[in-house]
């Protein structure tokens, strides 16, 4: 059997453009691999500050509400007392009169006291849960960045086995959205998929 010595070498060539292109794609796979890698370390490191920091606000509303019921309970025995002593006070006169006035003065000023220390607590309870849907907010946008860098990921474990440039491209469709999430979280910046994040929770 003769062999051609041109479409020997034409083959050749064609091996080598081959382990070429494909010895490229797989240089390509593995640093994008490595950046997306550094990129989600670095998310996660302030994903997980965002969460110690919404379960502190969260600690600190449930703390705010109680003081505020605290105050209220303290607030109605004050008034109760202040209707009690307003009910005696009826028919009295004299050294009697002024004994009672003193302590109807004294239950006033607490009712009134605790009325406004209700409301500053209730103020900071509101508060709290303002900093806690914030904070969630950015929550949200790394929650959305770990998945869609994860899908990039495992894209190009399956591009690095099929060699297929296509499907690498296709790979920066998650990894175009997760790094934008990753940055918008990153950055504090008002992106957040208001349907995708209902309908994934």
């Known amino acids: 059997m003769d062999v051609d010595p041109m479409q020997s070498v034409e083959a050749l060539q064609e091996a080598s ?3 070429k292109r494909s010895a490229r794609l797989n240089a390509v796979v593995a640093v ?9 370390g670095i998310c996660k490191v302030k994903d997980d500050n965002i969460v ?23 607030q109605e025995v004050a008034d109760a007392t202040l209707t009690q002593l307003r009910l005696a006070r ?9 004994a009672y006035d003193t302590e109807i003065a004294r239950y006033q000023a607490l009712a009134a006291d605790q009325a406004k220390k209700k409301l500053e607590v209730k103020a900071q309870a509101e508060q709290d ?6 904070l969630n907010f950015r929550d949200d946008q790394f929650d959305l960045s770990d998945a869609a860098l994860a899908i990039a990921i495992a894209l190009l474990a399956v591009t690095a ?11 920066w469709v998650p990894m175009g959205f997760g790094v934008l999430m990753g940055v ?8 957040h998929p208001d349907a995708l994040v209902k309908l994934l929770s």
Do not use: P
């Open 17 to 19: 453009s081959a382990a």
């Open 32 to 40: 994008s691999v490595a950046i997306l890698a550094t990129f989600t």
């Open 52 to 74: 110690q920091a919404m379960q502190q606000a969260q600690a600190d509303k449930l703390d705010h509400w109680s003081y505020y019921q605290a105050r209220n309970v303290r």
């Open 90 to 98: 009826a028919g009295r006169s004299g050294a009697e009169a002024t």
């Open 129 to 134: 849960q303002k900093t806690y849907d914030a």
């Open 161 to 171: 086995l099929t060699q297929l440039w296509w499907l690498y491209w296709l790979t």
């Open 184 to 191: 918008a979280g990153l950055g504090g910046l008002g992106i």
